[in-house]
C-alpha cells in the first residue's frame, strides 16, 4: 500500500489553525494510507494562538498526524511596519524552515520506500506565496479558505474588477453604488466589501493572494454545499481551480486552546449560571478575539440590554491601548465602564464576563440569540448549534459576510451592516441603543423565520460531514485527486 503525506501550513492566527488542525485529522481519518504534517509558523497573530499550541501538543492527536512548530523568524515582531508586510516578511523568512522540514519527507522515503512519499501541500488562502516550495519539490499544492465560499467569490470578482477594468478599487470604501458579483443572487452595496481592498498596502496583499488563487491545484473552503449552495456553484466557471467544500469545522466542545481555558472558576461560573436560565432565553455578546468598544458605545449597548427585559450573557473585552496590533485584554472592573447602577439592576437577569468560551456557550440550550462580529469561524458555529445572529461586523470580511447572512442567506438579522473598526483611526459611528434594542428584539422572538431557517441549517449542518453528507463526499474526491497525482 502506498502511503501518501500532505503537509498542511495555516495563517498563524488562532481561527484559521484550528481549521486545518480539524482538516489533518479528517485526512488521516477518512484514509489510512494518508499521513498528515501541520506546520505552524512563528511568531503567531495574536497569543491565544500559543496557548492552544499548547493544549494540541497536551492532547493525543490521531495516528499518522503531526503538529510542529516552526522555529521563529527573529527579524519580525508585532511593531514590523505593517500588518500586511508583517505576514509577507514571515512567509518568506519560513520557507527554509519548511524546505528543510520537507527534505527531510523526501530523504526518509528515498531510503526507505515503505515510508510516506510527499503527496502535496494545502495552503491557507494568506500563506500561498509557499507556493515556491512545491514548486520545487514537484509536488502539487491546494489552497484552503477560512472563510466561505462567497469570500473567495469576491476575491476572484474585485481583482478582476481591478486588472481587467482598471477600477480603482480604494474608492469602494466611501461608494454609494451596489455591485454585482458572480458569487452572491443579490446586489451587495460596494462600501460593505472586504475592506482589504480600501488601503492600498493591504489592497496589494489582497490582490497578490487572489491572483495566487487560480494557479492552486483546488481550493478548500470551510463551509458546506447546502449552506451555499449559490456561491459554490459560481466557481465553477472553468477559470477557478475545483473547489472542495469540506467544512463546517467547529471547534470541539471542551477541545481546549482557549486563551482562558485554564481558568476553569470563570469557566464554571458561567456555565453555572447558563444552567439557571430558562432554554432559549440569553441574548449572547460576543465580538470574537479582536473586537472591543469605546465607553460612549458600551453605554448604548447596556442602555439597550436593559431596556430588552431578556436575560442576557455579555464578554465586555478592554480596548488596547495605543497598539494597533494587541488584541483586547479584560477589564478588572466593569464598573468603570458600564452606566452607574446597570450591574445591580440586571444582577437578576445578565452577566457581564471577560473572555468568553464560545462554542461552550453557544452549544447551551440557555442561548436563543447572538450578537456577533461575524466571523467566518462564528457564523459557522452559530448555524451549528442553531442560534440565530444579530451581525454587528467589526473589520476585515465580516461586513461582507454579515449582508450575505442577512440579505442573500436571511439566517440573521442586522444591528448595522456597514460598522468599521478596522485598526485604522477611531470610528466615529455610535450605533444608537434603539438601534441595538431592535435587532434583540427581532433576533429573540420565538418562532421568527430566521429561527426557523437557522434551526434547519443547524440540522443539515450536522449530517455534511458524515458518510453521505456533501462535505463528506467533497473531501473524498480531494484525496483521490491527491493519490491520483501520485500514480
Known amino acids: 500500500m502506498k502511503k501518501a503525506e500532505v503537509v498542511l501550513i495555516p495563517l498563524p492566527a488562532m481561527g484559521h489553525i484550528v481549521a486545518v488542525v480539524e482538516i489533518a485529522k479528517l485526512l488521516v481519518q477518512r484514509d489510512d494510507r494518508l499521513y498528515t504534517t501541520v506546520l505552524v509558523m512563528h511568531p503567531t497573530v495574536d497569543p491565544s494562538t500559543i496557548k492552544y499550541m499548547e493544549s494540541l501538543a497536551a492532547s493525543t492527536l490521531p495516528d499518522r498526524m503531526r503538529v510542529i512548530n516552526l522555529p521563529s523568524v527573529e527579524s519580525i515582531t508585532s511593531a514590523t511596519k505593517g500588518r500586511h508586510s508583517w505576514l509577507r516578511s514571515l512567509v518568506e523568512g519560513q520557507k527554509p524552515h519548511v524546505k528543510e522540514y520537507v527534505s527531510k519527507i523526501r530523504t526518509q522515503f528515498e531510503m526507505n520506500p515503505n515510508s510516506p512519499r510527499l503527496a502535496g501541500f494545502i495552503f491557507d488562502t494568506f500563506a500561498s506565496r509557499m507556493k515556491d516550495v512545491p514548486h520545487e519539490f514537484g509536488v502539487p499544492w491546494y489552497v484552503f479558505s477560512a472563510s466561505g465560499a462567497a469570500f473567495i467569490g469576491s476575491m476572484l470578482h474585485l481583482t478582476a474588477l481591478h486588472d481587467e477594468q482598471g477600477v480603482d478599487l480604494t474608492e469602494l470604501k466611501n461608494s454609494e453604488d451596489e455591485l454585482e458579483m458572480p458569487c452572491l443572487a443579490n446586489p451587495i452595496p460596494a462600501k460593505l ?217 436571511g439566517l440573521a438579522v442586522e444591528i448595522k451592516m456597514d460598522y468599521r473598526n478596522d485598526f485604522y483611526g477611531d470610528n466615529e459611528i455610535i450605533v444608537s441603543s434603539d438601534d441595538v434594542l431592535k435587532a434583540i428584539k427581532s433576533v429573540m422572538e420565538e418562532n421568527s423565520e430566521v429561527r426557523k431557517k437557522v434551526k434547519e441549517m443547524s440540522r443539515v449542518s450536522e449530517k455534511t460531514l458524515v458518510d453521505g453528507g456533501s462535505s463528506f463526499s467533497s473531501l473524498c474526491r480531494l484525496i483521490e485527486d491527491m493519490m491520483g497525482n501520485m500514480s
Open 193 to 409: 466589501v472586504p475592506s482589504m481592498v480600501f488601503e492600498k498596502d493591504s489592497l496589494t496583499t489582497f490582490l497578490e493572494h487572489a491572483r495566487i488563487l487560480i494557479e492552486a491545484r483546488g481550493i478548500l473552503i470551510n463551509t458546506f454545499l447546502e449552506f451555499e449552495s449559490y456561491a459554490i456553484n459560481s466557481l465553477s466557471d472553468g477559470k477557478t481551480p475545483p473547489v472542495y467544500p469540506v467544512g463546517p469545522f467547529v471547534k470541539r466542545i471542551g477541545g481546549g486552546g482557549d486563551p482562558r481555558s485554564d481558568d476553569s472558576n470563570n469557566y464554571r461560573d458561567i456555565m453555572e449560571w447558563l444552567d439557571d436560565q430558562p432554554p432559549l432565553s440569553v441574548m449572547f455578546l460576543c465580538f470574537g478575539s479582536w473586537g472591543s468598544f469605546e465607553e460612549k458605545q458600551v453605554k448604548e449597548i447596556a442602555i439597550a440590554l436593559e431596556h430588552s427585559g431578556h436575560r442576557f450573557l455579555w464578554s465586555l473585552r478592554k480596548p488596547s491601548q495605543n497598539d494597533e496590533m494587541q488584541s483586547p485584554s479584560d477589564y478588572e472592573d466593569f464598573q468603570s465602564i458600564l452606566p452607574q447602577g446597570f450591574l445591580d439592576r440586571t444582577a437578576k437577569i445578565g452577566k457581564v464576563i471577560g473572555w468568553a468560551p464560545q462554542v461552550e456557550i453557544l452549544s447551551h440550550s440557555a442561548v436563543g440569540g447572538f450578537a456577533s462580529h461575524c466571523g467566518w469561524n462564528s457564523i459557522l458555529e452559530s448555524l451549528r448549534f442553531g442560534v440565530p445572529l444579530a451581525t454587528w461586523p467589526l473589520y476585515a470580511e465580516q461586513q461582507f459576510n454579515a449582508c450575505q447572512m442577512v440579505i442573500e442567506l
